[in-house]
């Protein structure tokens, strides 16, 4: 029987109480992947001489302002902002952008058709030295990544483009299967960070997540079973008149007999049979788009309209924010605001209210017509505990549950204190099956890389106003629809908690 394997692989990798047990290993610490990736040859080009405004590399004054940009912008996005002390005395890196269990699969890698800083050839973003390492040098390289794109026009307007990648293994030896869950949403905070970062250094990342896989991982020179391209983002000058990103919809093949998969196996199958050989078109777009899904006809209903999030003149506390960005460990017991609660909303569903202040008022996204936000209040000063049905077109909460869940978050986010004690608890849903009819089992990143994409909005929104953030990947899948009246067809994609830091 054909069925669909993004279907399959989330069914498979649903957290439940009564298996988890007895599913979970112990980790073998011996063998947990280094989260860098090392290149034997190759020119080192370094990036951090100009992170200092006061060095002044002896190059002309273009040069220098491009490299300074391409050296910020990367740091933004995914560098080293913070070191913590390891048990067995070494230290361990933190990024700017957040990662499950701090595993960081994602890799980013430059193509350069050839720009004044970057001869035409491959590059790796080296995270640990804050370098790029030129590994494959050649003019061809942009005609084979526009051939893997099947021509995408954006990438006739530029010559410079980043790819994610993700090392799968990175993130499976700790959480097996679930893994590609986790790293998809991994590299959608890194998306969220390409964005801002790209608004601070003037340059507007595109999202192209619809290519041949097998023609971009080999120009990358990627071992596919390990590795894995997932998004392509071409970089656009901002002062240049934006096109708009003529979509990312292309379709794979839907469904097929899926064969037994024992444990261990659900995620390579899933990215491999999500791969493009030759694009087909998607099916055409949802009807009501512009229109709120869930219209309940009962529960109150609270305007999210608010003023902006002011952030700073040139945008300085958005730098500031992303640099000092934490995943809160624990909060107090002290409530939100409902003013809080909004803004940070407001920050993350409303992206054009933002670009007056200069940043991107239409962002890429895969397809947020296709992803639900749901919000379990337990401590927001203004506002009745319960679940509420975010409703981005006419900005309001709609509720549709109405009673404190702490305990119930408590158990649904696997006993972690983060869920219990949050003011407010964000899940992110999607209608599986309408993704897939319409996207195929891509589909599946493309929710899970918009979804982890929202969860950085919603995670820097949080350090500008001074609350706490923190993602959560993990919880008992079925049971959050049940407790917090989600409807069924809605799978949970991902959860944000929202709190005051303790
Ligand atoms: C997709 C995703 C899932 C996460 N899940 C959890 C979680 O279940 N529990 C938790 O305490 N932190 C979770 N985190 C936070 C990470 O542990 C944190 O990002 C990582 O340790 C790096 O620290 P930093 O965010 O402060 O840079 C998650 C982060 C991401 C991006």
């Avoid at 220098?64 to 990367?74: A, E, G, K, N």
């Avoid at 933002?354 to 639900?372: H, N, V």
């Avoid at 959560?472 to 067809?489: K, R, T, W």
Wanted: overall charge negative.
């Amino acid at each position: 029987m054909n069925e669909s394997i993004a279907q399959h692989y989330h069914d498979r990798t649903k957290y439940d109480p009564d298996t988890i047990a007895k599913k979970s290993k112990d980790l073998d610490w011996q063998a947990q992947p280094s989260p860098y990736k090392d290149y034997r040859v190759g020119t080192s080009y370094d990036l951090k001489s100009y992170l200092s405004p006061d060095q002044q590399p002896d190059q002309d004054g273009l040069l220098i302002h491009s490299w300074r940009r391409l050296s910020r912008f990367l740091l933004l996005s995914y560098g080293l902002t913070a070191k913590v002390s390891t048990w067995d005395g070494g230290y361990h890196y933190l990024r700017s952008s957040p990662s499950a269990g701090g595993l960081y699969p994602a890799e980013v890698y430059v193509v350069s058709g050839g720009t004044p800083i970057l001869p035409a050839g491959l590059y790796n973003y080296q995270v640990r030295t804050h370098s790029l390492v030129h590994f494959w040098d050649s003019s061809e390289v942009w005609l084979q990544l526009q051939e893997a794109c099947f021509s995408h026009p954006i990438l006739h307007q530029t010559r410079l483009s980043l790819v994610v990648t993700a090392v799968f293994y990175r993130s499976a030896w700790r959480y097996e299967d679930r893994a590609y869950r986790r790293v998809l949403l991994d590299s959608g905070h890194l998306l969220g960070n390409l964005e801002v970062s790209g608004a601070l250094v003037g340059l507007r990342p595109y999202l192209i997540g619809g290519f041949g896989d097998r023609r971009l991982n080999d120009l990358l020179f990627l071992q596919p079973k390990e590795e894995g391209a997932l998004v392509v983002a071409p970089l656009l000058e901002t002062q240049e008149e934006m096109p708009p990103n003529p979509t990312v919809a292309i379709a794979s093949s839907v469904t097929h007999t899926i064969p037994h998969l024992p444990d261990g196996q659900l995620l390579g199958y899933l990215h491999q049979h999500s791969e493009i050989e030759t694009p087909s078109p998607a099916a055409p777009a949802p009807q009501n788009q512009n229109q709120d899904k869930y219209n309940l006809p009962f529960g109150s209903r609270i305007s999210t309209k608010t003023p902006p999030i002011f952030w700073g003149d040139d945008l300085s506390e958005l730098e500031s924010s992303i640099l000092k960005r934490r995943s809160t460990r624990r909060f107090s017991a002290e409530p939100l605001d409902l003013a809080e609660l909004k803004a940070l909303l407001d920050f993350t569903y409303q992206p054009q209210h933002y670009a007056e202040q200069g940043f991107d008022g239409a962002p890429d996204f895969f397809d947020l017509s296709l992803i639900e936000t749901f919000v379990a209040v337990s401590a927001v000063e203004g506002l009745e505990d319960g679940c509420y049905y975010v409703a981005p077109h006419t900005q309001e909460l709609r509720q549709v549950r109405f009673k404190n869940f702490r305990a119930e978050l408590h158990f649904l986010c696997l006993g972690q204190e983060l869920g219990r004690d949050a003011g407010a608890v964000v899940f992110h849903t999607a209608d599986l099956a309408v993704a897939i009819q319409h996207y195929g089992d891509r589909a599946y990143r493309y929710l899970h890389l918009d979804a982890g994409h929202l969860g950085q909005r919603l995670n820097l929104g949080a350090i500008a106003l001074g609350l706490g953030a923190s993602g959560i990947a993990g919880f008992f899948d079925q049971h959050v629809n049940e407790v917090l009246g989600i409807p069924v067809d809605e799978a949970v994609l991902y959860i944000t908690t929202i709190g005051r830091p303790d």
